[in-house]
């Protein structure tokens, strides 16, 4: 069914797994020293002290600006903006996982000349919070900074996209297309990648009452991991060799372990978070936001005289901010075209059948925080001819 090209896409893949560990040998300065500027993509020449712009990775792990993924969609929004508007940039990773570590490099960033900072990831929320004051001068756009609601400062504006619509819609295409033994991966207990998976198992089971199709089943697992592994790799081969159909990841740079599995068993899987679809035949769409749309979008506010400081936003399918991945569409194969999808797609934004509105999420269903998430969401859940395994 697949027209394979198996040398293009090992050699994609391979060039992959040589990035993560060839990144950190690019960079201008020592493991020691980490929160010192590291320019590492060739096309930010300007990333130089006194660089307008700054962006902070949210991960002591520098490879991951490389890594197809959303800190490589984040960082392509910072240049894309910058490049087109005349602004010098860089980017900086801090020393260590923590809020100190964050705040360090944010400083950093700051005494080196930056005028916006565009931090990423929940671990950055307090750090924001903390230098926000002391620099009123300097404008900070936090990106999914989970928890910063609440400690919002007038000169910060902080986005967020609902990517359990974007999952929710990943899991209606999984149903009309004809998949019905369907595996979930997950890289971590935590919200973010919760959020991703509660819309996938709601999409399963709203496509899969509104079709009357029957005999689905679903198995979940985190991996506790979000790097390429053998271990990734090895769960998703033994799916796959007891039935799985299709796989439908959240593991960031773990992703790339199920594109090798997914290879090798010449079985489907799906992508997430960005088009992965160029990594591997394999991958029919995923479950995607578009944040560099966002970042650009909130650069060009902070650049000009309408910067939302002091707020926050949710970007949603009605900002064509989230929904599935589209160049690389190859759901046809299997009786779901990208007509399909669009169609499905305006009903879910008009909220047909109550699709959109009756979406639970995990700190609602999740009473007991020592449940599993996922058979948290079963019992809260009007189930419709599917059966779940939570995989321990």
């Known amino acids: 069914m697949f027209n394979l090209k198996k040398r293009r896409a090992l050699f994609i893949f391979m060039t992959c797994v040589m990035l993560i560990f060839s990144m950190s040998s690019c960079s201008k300065i020592g493991k020691a020293d980490k929160a010192e500027e590291i320019v590492i993509d060739e096309s930010a020449a300007q990333g130089v002290a006194g660089a307008e712009v700054a962006f902070i990775l ?5 490879s991951a600006i490389g890594i197809s993924g959303w ?7 910072v240049k894309n903006y910058c490049e087109g508007n005349g602004k ?6 801090p020393a260590w996982d923590s809020t100190q570590g964050f705040s360090s490099v944010i400083d950093k960033a700051v005494s080196g000349g930056a005028k916006i900072v565009v931090t990423a990831g929940p671990g950055s929320a307090e750090a924001v919070a903390e230098v926000q004051g002391k620099n009123p001068d300097v ?19 902080a986005v967020f996209h609902q990517v359990n619509e974007a999952g929710f819609l990943a899991g209606v295409a999984a149903v009309k297309g004809g998949f019905n033994n369907i595996g979930i991966l997950i890289g971590f207990d935590n919200p973010q990648m919760n959020s991703w998976c509660y819309g996938y198992i709601q999409g399963i089971n709203y496509a899969a009452g509104a079709g009357g199709t029957t005999g689905i089943n679903v198995r979940q697992q985190y991996v506790n991991s979000v790097t390429v592994s053998p271990e ?3 769960i998703a081969a033994k799916w796959y060799a007891d039935g799985c159909d299709l796989i439908i990841p959240v593991m960031e740079g ?16 799906f992508g997430s978070d960005v088009d992965q679809g160029e990594l591997s035949e394999m991958v029919l769409t995923g479950a995607v936001r578009h944040i560099d749309a966002s970042i650009s979008e909130a650069l060009k506010s902070a650049s000009g005289g309408d910067f939302p400081g002091g707020t926050y936003k949710w970007f949603t399918v009605s900002d064509n901010r989230v929904g599935l991945a589209e160049a690389n569409w190859r759901m046809d194969q299997f009786g779901y075209s990208l007509s399909d999808y669009k169609a499905d797609f305006e009903a879910f934004k008009t909220n047909v059948d109550k699709q959109r509105s009756s979406l639970k999420v995990e700190s609602i269903s999740r009473k007991d925080p ?6 948290a969401l079963m019992n809260d ?12």
């Open 58 to 62: 949210p991960s002591t792990d520098e």
């Open 71 to 77: 800190v490589q969609k984040s960082w392509a929004g």
């Open 88 to 93: 010098t940039y860089t980017w900086f990773v």
């Open 139 to 157: 404008k900070f756009i936090a990106v999914e900074a989970d928890g910063i609601q609440s400690l919002i400062g007038y000169n910060t504006y």
């Open 232 to 234: 990734i790799q090895d």
């Open 254 to 269: 773990g992703n790339l372990s199920l594109f090798a599995a997914a290879e090798k068993a010449k079985k489907p899987c």
């Open 370 to 375: 020592g449940m599993n998430a996922f058979e």
């Open 381 to 392: 859940l009007e189930k419709k001819n599917i059966g779940f395994n939570a995989i321990k």
